[in-house]
């Protein structure tokens, strides 16, 4: 049976669940608090109901107290909540950043959890030598390592759990995460200080990496918050760091044509796909899960309906699009609707050379075999084609920025922009590409004094 004790302006809800192996009764207790504005008549129902609905949960044992502790939610947020509503890829994210959440506040209960321990969590996070995930370097020749090992980058990758593409970025000397230097070690059988050498392991952790924690937490308390496991989410009363809002990378009208010209003299497939992303602006995973049933050709359409993506335990996957306003039809021209017709007959001429050798997956971008290609060789084939030609410091995904942005300056209106884009509003785009915005309102501004003009004229002259 339930007890309903008033608090001041809120009800504390009492069950009992019995007695433990010592004779001692067990009590659950939730506390209730009405929304402004309800009447006396509309408490007494809801509480009832809150009452009812409490009593059930503790008798089925779906009730979690509030004094679970942070690490035990966070097990069961994962399993209840995350694996059911959240995307693969977010999934892994959220699984490092609780790899520092849980050490530091895992061991408190959730009632109990306040601002200033979010404070100093994050604090410390700042913090020189809290990284636990130091960057590497390779110290010595990598393709020499590789050749004395009997590898080639593929045979490393696969035992190795890594992506080729962060096996380019070792030959290339750049930095890599922690987590990849070691797997490569232990593919090797080598000590990692043997190959490789840490990077920047006195400096604290970016503005931004600690937001990633803190979004993290509230998400996880918030569901608290509406599980009513506890009363309000203290991360509402924490400001994380103040970010820095960069300017995205793009390429302006006179780069984007010196690129096209540069593409001129590059295999087929590369020149296709680059060219797909500046004429649509689509995402480097939504291009690389294209099937041939999505070109529409006889009205010029490209449906975006999945993403081809990419991890560690996973390998290469297929995902549904990254929100739903990016699954969308987008409009082609008329060179576009080329570009895919001439590599459908490159792709088949492919086919027909392998014979039964070619795997049929349906994908409009593969291997040479016909495999699903994998995201990353597209961002490891684009970074040497910059520098190879000399170009501004782009990535693929600025390719998406340089469309955004030549639309708009060019006039294009936010609303048809945001669609092609997948974004779910005009806010989106207003926020990322307020310097093409800015460059129309130049160009609007010119246009109304050119307009006007003549009126003027015709005026003195009268």
Known sequence: MATITKRGNTYKITV?????????????????????????????????????????????????????????????????????????????HYNELLKRILPALGHIKLDKLQPHHLIQFYDNLSESGIREDIKQRCSTDFKKVLKQHGFTKVELSK??????????????????????????????????????????????????????????????????????????????????PKLERKEARYLDEKQTAQLITC????????????????????????????EWPDFDMEHKLLYIQRESLYLPDRGIFEDTTKTY???????????????LIQHKFAQNAERAKLG?????????????????????????WFHKFVQKNDLPPVSVHSLRHTNATLLIANGVNLTTVAGRLGHADTGTTTKVYAHAIKTADEMAAETIQNILNPAKKEENIG
């Open 16 to 92: 009992s669940c019995g007695y433990d192996s010592g004779g001692k009764q067990i009590r659950q207790h939730m506390t209730w608090k009405p929304a402004p504005g309800m009447t006396k008549r509309q408490i007494e129902k809801e509480l009832e109901r809150q009452k009812v609905l409490f009593e059930e949960n503790c008798r089925s044992g779906q009730f979690i107290s509030g004094s679970i502790k942070l690490a035990d939610f966070a097990q069961r947020w994962m399993s209840e909540y995350a694996e059911k509503h959240l995307k693969a890829k977010t999934i892994a």
């Open 263 to 290: 593409l001129q003299r590059e295999p087929e497939q590369y020149q296709t796909m680059v060219l797909l992303l500046i004429y649509t602006g689509m995402r480097r995973g939504e291009l690389c899960g294209l």
């Open 325 to 339: 306003s990016s699954t969308r039809v987008i409009k082609l021209s008329d060179e576009a609707v080329k570009l």
């Open 159 to 240: 035992r190795a759990g890594v992506s080729v593409a962060t096996l380019d970025s070792v030959s290339q000397g750049k930095n890599i995460t922690g987590q990849s230097a070691r797997r490569i070690c232990e593919a090797f059988h080598i000590k990692l200080q043997e190959l490789f050498t840490p990077v920047d392991a006195d400096r604290g952790l970016a503005a931004k990496t600690i937001n990633s924690h803190h979004r993290l937490l509230s998400s996880m308390l918030n569901t608290a918050v509406q599980w009513q496991i506890i009363f309000s989410n203290p991360c509402d009363r924490v400001k994380p």
């Open 356 to 380: 039964d050798a070619w795997v049929d997956t349906g994908k409009i971008f593969t291997t040479c075999t016909g495999k699903p290609i994998h995201p990353d060789t597209l961002t490891t």
